[in-house]
């Protein structure tokens, strides 16, 4: 019986891209909320609530880079990769409680709505939708290579159609005299963001479950297993991630032909995971005869899942 393991470099994310976003957004939010309160718009109030989110999304996004950085301990031997998806996690369920807020207050100013100043709401909505475009490039690089970045990126690209959603009320208004489009803006805004926040949510789950990462065919890996020469069976199959863009893999791989020896086979099913599937973080233990059927001895006897090389 033998064991390999072959380890990922960990992904560190582009730290002084979040960076310059937390300054510029942060910056703006005071702008927008002290706008949105002297100038009567929920709209305006909600995107600086969404911006708000941003700030929090882009502090724990660069908090969690740093804490991935941690080597790993006695306590935590997969390291402190984790923490960005438990990042990832808190930013969904924070956009989840800013649009449930938006969606009351939109009810509650439904039947009166108030005056919108229009013109401020535009200078102020016009200098967001800038800070949001910059922000929204610095962090376009790294968002598909961290499901922490991402989450940060969609804060500020939902934040960024928010900007445009007032820029279009407030002009509304403004030739109209419409003061409830302002109120209807902010509930555009609000559901356009639940879908989007479900999603990042739904994702960093399945990795806190170890579930199969998005992208790997669980049924593909396992053929493939199968028609390497010398492969009998196999079970135990086990494929998750840590974190984003770091999958592993473990299994057992029941082996037996002639001119296969253990090392070489082990050399192959790193070779085929790496070239066809892009998992490098592997465990793979052979067998000579499944270990569920290994119990002459008198050990316990183990049931597992277990596949076998079609005849």
Known sequence: MSTGSEHALPTT??????????????GFMLAEVIGGFMLNSLALLSDAAHMFTDVAALAIA??????????????????????EILAAA?????????????????????SNPPAVQTTGVLVIAVLGLIVNLVSM??????KDASLNVKGAYLEVWSD????????????????????WVDTVI????????????????????NILLEGVPDGVDLAAVRQALLGLRGVLALHDLHIWAVTSGKTSLSVHIVHGAPGVDAAGLLVAVRAL???????????????????????ADGGERVETEHWQTPA
């Open 13 to 26: 994310g582009n730290e002084r891209a979040l960076r310059v976003a937390l300054v510029l957004t942060g």
């Open 137 to 142: 490039r610095l962090l376009n690089a790294g």
């Open 186 to 205: 902010a509930v555009a805004i609000g559901l356009w963001v639940l879908p989007r926040t479900w999603i990042l949510l739904r994702e960093t789950v």
């Open 273 to 295: 995971l790496v070239a066809q599937f892009g998992i490098a973080h592997i465990t793979v233990q052979l067998e000579s005869a499944p270990c569920n059927q290994a119990g």
């Open 62 to 83: 660069l908090a969690a880079i740093r804490v991935a950085r941690r080597a790993a301990d006695n306590r935590r031997t997969f390291g402190y990769h984790r923490f």
């Open 90 to 110: 808190f930013n969904a369920l924070l956009l989840f409680g800013v649009a449930a807020y938006i969606l009351f207050e939109a009810w509650q100013r439904w």
């Open 160 to 179: 960024l159609l928010g900007s445009v959603g007032v820029i279009v009320g407030a002009l509304v208004i403004r030739f109209t005299g419409w003061n």
